[in-house]
């Protein structure tokens, strides 16, 4: 590295240390010199660009101070330590602990991600389930682990569905598990009992009797 390089570089340096985020243009300014040995100085010095304002903003490594998500704001600006938006957005949503929503990470990240959202599916980088009329995107760990995600989500799949399902609906359910598996009192009563289920059997008998379940005929 010459001299002349290396008081380029110093001074690129001091400057954006001085201003914390810039622009290219703002270099422009002060130096006299093509935006091609800028950008390669600015490589060189390891410069982060920010995921918003279309990437306008620079700054370099020792400066931010990132939160638990790995970002770092100045001002309206944001700044992340992963490679790209599309990291950065996988981060957030393997790093919460029963899924996350696309309002909530744009929440935290203070942009639009519709558009990393269809390349992230296309990549198929993202795991989701449908909770009403919003998308649930969940951690990967939690993606692989359907048992645990049932009970993770329960809470919110209920205060959903209880107000969608009817009681008739559920009860024509039951009729066909009954029917189609032909279980009749006498092995529902087994059933109950060895599985240690807490439920009398009178009570399963006058169910059974009201709503005609151990009829053969399908609902």
């Not at 002349?4 to 243009?25: D, M, P, Y």
């Not at 700054?59 to 970002?71: A, S, V």
Request: net charge positive.
């Amino acid at each position: 590295m010459d001299k002349q390089e290396s008081e380029r570089l110093e001074f690129i340096r001091n400057f954006i240390c001085k201003k914390k985020a810039v622009t290219i243009g703002d270099f422009f300014l002060h130096m006299h010199f093509c935006e091609r040995t800028l950008r390669r100085d600015i490589n060189e010095l390891r410069g982060i660009t920010s995921y918003t304002h279309r990437g306008k903003f620079i700054t370099l490594p020792n400066i931010p101070i990132f939160d638990k998500n790995g970002i770092w704001f100045y001002k309206d600006i944001g700044f992340a330590k992963f490679r790209n938006s599309l990291d950065l957005i996988v981060s957030i949503i393997n790093s919460s602990r029963k899924g996350i929503t696309k309002e909530e990470i744009e929440d935290i990240l203070k942009i639009n991600i519709s558009k990393q959202i269809q390349i992230l599916l296309s990549q198929n980088r993202l795991h989701r389930v449908k909770l009403g009329a919003k998308y649930c995107y969940l951690p990967e760990e939690l993606a692989k682990d359907k048992k645990r995600q049932i009970q993770v989500l329960d809470s919110d799949i209920e205060e959903y569905y209880d107000k969608k399902v009817k009681l008739t609906d559920l009860i024509a359910v039951l009729k066909v598990v009954l029917v189609e598996y032909k279980i009749d009192m006498n092995k529902l009563k087994k059933l109950i009992k060895k599985y240690s289920l807490d439920v009398p059997i009178k009570k399963v008998e006058q169910l059974l009797l009201r709503y005609d379940l151990c009829s053969k005929k399908k609902p």
